[in-house]
């Protein structure tokens, strides 16, 4: 319940930017690690480096991102502006996330953030032991009885 409901929460977040969920995971792979070239981030995201190409193009136009020219393998960093305005629209979750957090104890919050440390460890596991065959396992047809 929580992941759809984390996941109902990504897909309203994008359609109010007029983004896609991949748009708005690449643009998250910025924001967390700075400033990446478009090489790494087909690699970090797990796309080629023409599908990262158009999501560039229209993160872009849509003036949150900026491609740095200064640099030779020409980095993407998010646009100040954009990184405000998303700061904006994810604050009401992250107050009342704060909000549900104090009714907890520090030790009790320990144990909740080692618990998901260890579940998003098992989600990348699992994802690299898919490899190439994620995107053909998960569009196959289901199993006939």
Do not use: N
Request: net charge neutral.
């Amino acid at each position: 319940g929580y992941l759809g409901a984390a996941s109902d929460f990504d897909e309203g977040l994008a359609k109010k930017l007029k983004l896609s969920r991949t748009d708005m995971r690449c643009l998250d792979l910025i924001g967390r690690h700075g400033p990446l070239t478009a090489g790494r981030l087909a690699q970090e995201a797990g796309l080629t480096t023409g599908a990262v190409t158009f999501i560039l193009d229209r993160l872009e136009a849509a003036g949150m991102v900026a491609r740095r020219r200064d640099t030779e393998a020409g980095a993407v960093e998010i646009v100040p502006e954009a990184a405000h305005r998303l700061q904006d629209l994810q604050r009401p979750v992250a107050e009342e996330m704060r909000r549900v957090s104090q009714h907890f104890a520090l030790d009790e919050l320990a144990v909740v953030r080692d618990y998901m440390r260890q579940a998003k460890e098992v989600f990348q596991r699992q994802m690299r032991g898919m490899g190439d065959d994620w995107g053909r396992t998960r569009d196959a047809e289901p199993p006939k009885d």
